[in-house]
């Protein structure tokens, strides 16, 4: 029997060979990851509270526009922004679990920053990505293709927010240390992330002209997280 040659299956973001390349095909099991979960499951594992520190940082950086990278359902910010009259967009490419919401209309189905165009949205106070949204940026390519995104929406976007992963306790990952980051699964429920290292991290903001104007560690029960507060400087 013949069996045609199967079409080699390629990244999306950067065209490589997923079969030769650890980190796009596990940006393929991280994409995969949330299309068939329903809103309860996807609800259990974000959560449902808003974190202190998140709830601080909403208070001291967000005002009039704000947008999120990953909203979901804005389950977990949706009662701050709604009592402090906050106006609030997002982006996610799950369509059954924005869909499953209350803000399909407010939400742009797709993935940031192919499909977000900054200048569909006023100037924003705060752009923010809370739940490992930077750490499932796992592909090479499409990390670059992020840190650019950030770079054209930090033009129209007062402070932008996201956390990060810093030490695990049972992987040899040095955060200050290493020059570079590490593919990690940090926890059972998820799949496996991207964690960058401090020095990378650096080299990001320097290179895309970000000013890092504060940073909150969380200690969390599985690992320490740390979240930035970046903003963009003009050249
Ligand atoms: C762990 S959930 C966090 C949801 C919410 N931000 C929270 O903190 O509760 C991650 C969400 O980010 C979305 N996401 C991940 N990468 C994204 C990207 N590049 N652009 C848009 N959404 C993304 C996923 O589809 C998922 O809905």
Redesign the pocket.
């Known amino acids: 029997m013949f069996f045609p040659p199967t079409r080699l299956k390629r990244c999306p973001y950067c065209n490589e060979n997923l079969k030769k390349n650890i980190y796009c095909r596990a940006q393929d099991e991280?994409?995969g990851f949330?299309e068939n979960l329903s809103p309860m499951e996807?609800r259990n594992?974000?959560?449902e509270e808003l974190r202190e520190t998140?709830r601080k940082i909403l208070e001291n950086y967000a005002d009039g526009s704000v947008f999120?990278?990953?909203?979901?359902q804005?389950?977990?910010?949706e009662q701050f922004y709604l009592e402090k009259n906050i106006q609030f967009y997002g982006?996610?490419?799950?369509i059954q679990?924005v869909h499953g919401g209350k803000y399909a209309d407010r939400t742009l189905i797709?993935?940031?920053?192919?499909?977000?165009i900054p200048e569909n949205y006023n100037y924003l106070s705060l752009t923010?990505?809370?739940?490992?949204?930077l750490n499932?940026?796992i592909c090479k390519g499409?990390q670059d293709q992020?840190w650019m995104g950030l770079e054209l929406l930090g033009q129209n976007c007062k402070s932008i927010a996201f956390d990060s992963l810093i030490h695990f306790p049972e992987v040899n990952f040095d955060y200050v240390k290493d020059e570079q980051g590490q593919i990690i699964q940090a926890f059972h429920t998820?799949p496996p992330q991207y964690f960058p290292s401090e020095k990378e991290l650096q080299k990001r903001f320097k290179d895309h002209n970000f000013q890092v104007i504060e940073t909150i560690d969380d200690a969390m029960p599985m690992a320490h997280r740390r979240i930035f507060i970046i903003q963009y400087q003009l050249k």
Do not use: N, Q, S, V
């Open positions: 991280y994409d949330g996807y594992i974000c959560g998140e999120e990278i990953g909203c979901g804005f389950h977990r910010t982006i996610d490419p799950l679990i797709g993935i940031f920053p192919k499909d977000f923010h990505f809370f739940g490992g949204i499932g940026a499409f992020f998820a």
